[in-house]
Each structure stands twice: as structure tokens, then as C-alpha cells.
């Protein structure tokens, strides 16, 4: 029988790795038996791990969220995953380099010798586009309660500052009435973070640079989501935004969705609409002038990717899989690909 530590470590482990563990399957796994399996758990929940238990035909146990952040577990590849996550956080212009670069620090801190040695040989630095400029730094904050409302649909009051030069001062904001909204999409076009939301008091559809969005609370009642021009967020901001890039003169768009936050994606994105779909998934349209080179661009995400739509997009996607799949096979002797001597 493996020692206390090591043995709740790896309950700890198998733990976070599903939702629901029948007693009987961890006793197994771990090769000891039901009533030691109820012990770890109990040594666990003194930790500050909330573990709660289920009942059914075979009862088990269950991860489950609480009040306090415990300590968190990872292997190797997780471990390694999360630095280079980091690296590429302190790059998003959201708002939390700062505080990725601290996370950053601390996971470094606890890593064993040979994951800092490979987490060391990796350097990411972000290079913007020569044509384009840096878009404005939006406070993190600010980012997650616009993102609360629109997931709730409650109407949103905010003071928006009017556009300036950078460090102008706005004497009069406080004597401006709030806008009063209701949020519908928060998106990113062109480096920049926008709220897409219905203007009570304007009575249409406006969008409203986050940067320049101070929220007030408490929020309003609930709203009843509206539908939008075009009938969906991406054609409405390629509406708004048409002819400023070009990109909307492109006959090839296309909509996908990727399973990577909305600021990873926006960041390397000059030309297409991001939307938040959570923390972790995003819906991006984008435009080109074939569909090859869309399905070849969205590709270059590190992410899976479901295909929305068109039709067009997802045969790309099928006519790229079989020419890579050809490519990863040995060519014929002689035929194409094959080296010969000049």
C-alpha cells in the first residue's frame, strides 16, 4: 500500500479528473480498500478540499466548487499547459498581464527542475501588425461585470466617456446622464473590445468601446434578448465596421467556433469578429479571399474547432485534412515529394 501522502495525492488526482467516482472504482484504482478510501476522503476535506459524497446504487464522491481556492493539482502536461497559457495572458491586452505574471511566477515557484527547464526554453513575444496600432488597455474588471450582465440579460447602467486624447480629463462625465442598455454580445474587432447592446433611451442598436465604459450598479431588471440586425452579432459589427479594414469586402467568410478564450483569439485576429462564448470558448467569423485560405487560417488556432457554417468552409476543411493526411505519408519512390539527386 502506497504512503498517506502519496496515496491522497493520487486521490486528489482522480478526483479532478471526472465528476463522479463510484467508492468501489477508487478503492480499486487506487488498490486499497472502500472504508481506507472513506479516511483519504475525510483527510482531503480537512485540507480544504469539498468533497462531497453522492448516493446511489453504487455511491461515490464528487469535486465539487467551494468558498476557498485549495491547492490545485497537475501533471506534467497540465502543469506545462498553464505556463505557456500565462506567457500568452500577458500578451492579451485584457487588462490581466500583471496578474498573469504574478500566476506565472508562482507556478514557476512550485515546479520541479525539469518542468522549469522546459517552461524557461519558451519565450513568447507579441508583434503587432506594422499597419496596426496597439489597441487601448480595458480593465479586467470591467470586462468580467459586462460579461455577468450579458449572460444574465439585465439592463445595464454606465457612464461612457466621450472620445479624447489619451489622459484628457472629463470634468463634465459626472454631470452626463448614464447610458442605460441592454447588453447583448460582448466582442473584439480590430484589437479593440466592444458591448453590443440595445440604447433605451435612443431607442437602437448602438456599440460601445469597453474602454470607455465605467458600469454602475445595481443593474436593472431583466431583459428580453432583442434580435439583432442581420441576425447575428458578427454580420451587425461587419455591418458597422464594413470598409475600415477591408475585411468586409471579402467573398469568403466564414463561422466557427474555438475552444480558447475570446482574448487569445482577438489578439491574433486583426480582421474578424470575436465573441465571448465563456471563459474558455469563443465563436470567431472571419473573411478571405478563398476558402482554403480561411479553413488554413482558422487552423492555425492551437484549438478544436466546430464548423458553424457555410457549407463551403467545412469542405476546406475536409479538402485540407486529406492533403495533410497525404503529406504525414511516406511518398513514392520517385513521385512527388521524393528527393532527387541533380
Request: glycine content about 8%; aromatic content about 6%; proline content about 8%.
Amino acid at each position: 500500500m502506497p504512503k498517506t501522502s502519496s496515496r491522497l495525492l493520487s486521490l486528489l488526482s482522480l478526483l479532478q479528473a471526472r465528476r463522479d467516482w463510484p467508492g468501489a472504482m477508487l478503492a480499486e484504482r487506487l488498490e486499497i480498500s472502500p472504508r481506507t478510501v472513506r479516511r483519504d476522503v475525510d483527510r482531503l476535506r480537512e485540507l480544504g478540499y469539498p468533497i462531497v459524497a453522492f448516493k446511489g446504487p453504487d455511491g461515490g464522491y464528487r469535486l465539487d466548487a467551494g468558498t476557498e481556492l485549495p491547492p490545485l493539482l497537475f501533471d506534467d502536461e497540465q502543469a506545462v499547459a498553464l505556463a505557456v497559457a500565462l506567457q500568452i495572458a500577458t500578451t492579451t491586452g485584457a487588462g490581466i498581464e500583471e496578474a498573469a505574471a504574478r500566476a506565472l511566477t508562482t507556478v514557476r515557484q512550485v515546479m520541479p527542475a525539469r518542468l522549469r527547464r522546459r517552461i524557461d526554453t519558451l519565450q513568447v513575444t507579441a508583434v503587432e501588425r506594422p499597419s496596426t496600432r496597439p489597441g487601448p488597455q480595458v480593465d479586467s474588471s470591467v470586462l468580467l461585470a459586462l460579461s455577468v450582465v450579458v449572460h444574465a440579460r439585465e439592463v445595464l447602467r454606465f457612464d461612457y466617456a466621450p472620445a479624447s486624447p489619451p489622459g484628457a480629463a472629463h470634468d463634465d462625465l459626472a454631470a452626463t446622464p448614464p447610458r442605460r442598455v441592454q447588453p447583448h454580445h460582448l466582442v473584439t474587432w480590430g484589437g479593440r473590445w466592444y458591448l453590443v447592446a440595445w440604447d433605451l433611451d435612443r431607442d437602437d442598436w448602438r456599440t460601445f468601446r469597453v474602454d470607455r465604459i465605467t458600469p454602475r450598479t445595481p443593474t436593472g431588471p431583466r431583459c428580453t434578448p432583442r434580435e439583432l440586425p442581420g441576425g447575428n452579432v458578427a454580420a451587425f459589427v461587419t455591418s458597422r465596421f464594413h470598409g475600415s479594414d477591408g475585411s468586409g469586402d471579402r467573398p469568403c467568410r466564414g463561422e466557427v467556433i474555438l475552444d480558447l478564450p475570446a482574448a487569445v483569439v482577438s489578439r491574433h485576429t486583426r480582421d474578424g469578429v470575436v465573441e465571448e462564448l465563456g471563459p474558455d470558448r469563443c465563436r470567431l467569423v472571419l473573411g478571405s479571399w478563398s476558402w482554403l485560405g480561411l479553413a488554413a487560417a482558422i487552423g492555425g488556432f492551437d484549438a478544436d474547432i466546430e464548423v458553424v457554417g457555410p457549407a463551403e468552409l467545412k469542405d476546406a476543411f475536409a479538402h485540407l485534412a486529406r492533403r495533410y493526411a497525404d503529406a504525414a505519408t511516406d511518398a513514392p519512390a520517385g513521385g512527388v515529394g521524393s528527393k532527387q539527386r541533380l
